[in-house]
């Protein structure tokens, strides 16, 4: 009678290889797009926000918000791309609507994937209140 030896150590490590290591690297090269879609949108609402209630200079202010959180974030300020009202003048009179985009570039996503840069944006678009007073 034969004894069969198995080769389940074997298998084991094959499987790892084969199935683990790389649904790591995907979800480890994919995870920077969703942290920068997230400060995307984040800073887009900020940026309104402080648009529609800074009293002296709101355009300086709406971009200085999104510089603070992208420094804040790790994300060099120079990849970030600020635009108020689509590039128009901002009209703040009394229910008037400013809206924000920002625009950020994903660094290169991995050595391992060759997809390169990305770019992520997102919109928010904020009514100036009706009953606020400007001095």
């Known amino acids: 009678m034969t004894r069969d030896r198995g080769a389940s150590p074997l298998e084991l490590a094959l499987g790892l290889m084969l199935l683990v ?8 090269s994919v995870a920077p797009v969703f942290e920068h879609r997230n400060f995307v949108r984040r800073a887009a609402a900020e940026a309104a926000r402080t648009l529609v209630l800074a009293d002296d200079q709101p355009e300086a202010a709406a971009v200085s918000v999104v510089k603070t959180l992208a420094i804040g974030m790790g994300i060099d300020p120079a990849d970030v791309t600020v635009i108020l009202c689509g590039g128009a003048a901002c009209s703040l009179e009394r229910g ?22 990305l770019t992520v944006n997102a919109t928010h678009v904020e009514q100036v209140d009706l009953y606020r007073s400007r001095p």
């Open 96 to 117: 008037a609507q400013v809206s924000v985009e920002v625009i950020a570039v994903v660094p290169e996503l991995s050595s391992f994937l060759p997809i390169g840069e």
């Open 21 to 28: 290591v790389p649904v790591t690297i995907i979800v480890l």
